[in-house]
């Protein structure tokens, strides 16, 4: 949704809170824990299991490259 412009960082948090009642949206999970972290992460992740869902979307790749700190910060 937000790769596609379809939805803010901000929307799909809100909708992830009120909708589902999580206490932070995943984009305030993945700013807390960080983009590199949850790139390296997933990383693993894929590499154990083989699995097409758990591999990083490539937009976290491109901003982990390019040095971005939070997905608010995307130029």
């Given at each position: 949704?937000?790769?596609?412009?379809?939805?803010?960082?901000?929307?799909?948090?809100?909708?992830?809170?009120?909708?589902?009642?999580?206490?932070?949206?995943?984009?305030?999970?993945?700013?807390?824990?960080?983009?590199?972290?949850?790139?390296?992460?997933?990383?693993a992740?894929?590499?154990?299991y083989?699995?097409p869902?758990?591999?990083?979307?490539?937009?976290?790749e491109?901003?982990?490259?390019?040095?971005?700190?939070?997905?608010?910060?995307?130029?």
């Amino acid at each position: 949704m937000y790769d596609s412009g379809y939805a803010t960082c901000e929307d799909i948090d809100v909708a992830m809170r009120l909708g589902c009642g999580y206490r932070q949206g995943p984009f305030e999970t993945i700013d807390a824990l960080g983009l590199e972290t949850v790139r390296d992460g997933l990383r693993a992740l894929y590499a154990e299991y083989r699995e097409p869902f758990l591999a990083p979307a490539p937009l976290l790749e491109q901003l982990v490259a390019a040095g971005v700190r939070s997905f608010r910060d995307r130029p």
